[in-house]
């Protein structure tokens, strides 16, 4: 937990170059995945609303993607720090130069896996919001609200974060991978 509260608290420094968009919009997703855990918590036992059980099941697993984004920006911030290293490694011969081209693209793929399970994530938050619309307590109208803008900018800065990594990618197949199903998550 200490390490997720210290990835956030890195976006909040102005003077820290290392941790940005995909640390953000992943706090940003669990933020949201949170509002909805509450919205659904707030319709339960309510009159003309669905079933108990409904918003249960939705809380349950929106508390779930709330706690798996708020580890997904720990996550990210740690895999620019992976991608910052490989960069730094030794670079005087031949052999040092594979290693480092090797740890550069390693680093790189998971720094778009990374966003990438984030955005999914977050397209998810989406649709337990979507549910939450049919029938929900509409005192919490406002909450729902900000859930799904939380979320939808999450999955775009999400989405944002995996594309600006892709072009890193030497590997063709596995870059071609990682954008179709970025779009399969986006779309």
């Given at each position: 937990m200490q390490e997720n509260i210290n990835a956030f608290l890195r976006v909040l420094d102005a003077t820290d170059n290392s941790t940005g968009g995909g640390t953000a919009s992943s706090v940003a997703g669990a933020m949201s995945a949170g509002l909805a855990a509450m919205v659904a918590r707030l319709s339960m036992d309510k009159k003309?609303?669905?079933?108990?059980?409904?918003?249960?099941?939705?809380?349950?697993?929106?508390?779930?993607?709330?706690?798996?984004?708020?580890?997904?920006?720990?996550?990210?911030?740690?895999?620019?720090?992976?991608?910052?290293?490989?960069?730094?490694?030794?670079?005087?011969?031949?052999?040092?130069?594979?290693?480092?081209?090797?740890?550069?693209?390693?680093?790189?793929?998971?720094?778009?896996?990374?966003p990438l399970s984030n955005a999914a994530r977050c397209r998810r938050v989406l649709e337990l919001c979507q549910l939450l619309k049919k029938r929900f307590n509409t005192n919490a109208a406002s909450d729902l609200e900000c859930a799904v803008y939380l979320a939808t900018a999450a999955l775009k800065g999400c989405a944002a974060n995996v594309r600006i990594n892709l072009p890193y990618i030497k590997d063709e197949k596995v870059r071609k991978d990682i954008g179709e199903r970025l779009t399969s998550i986006v779309e």
């Open positions: 003309d609303l669905a079933p108990t059980q409904t918003y249960q099941t939705i809380a349950a697993e929106a508390e779930i993607l709330s706690t798996e984004l708020f580890d997904g920006g720990q996550e990210d911030a740690a895999a620019f720090d992976r991608v910052t290293m490989a960069y730094k490694m030794p670079k005087d011969t031949t052999a040092s130069k594979d290693v480092r081209a090797q740890a550069i693209q390693t680093a790189m793929q998971h720094a778009a896996e990374v």
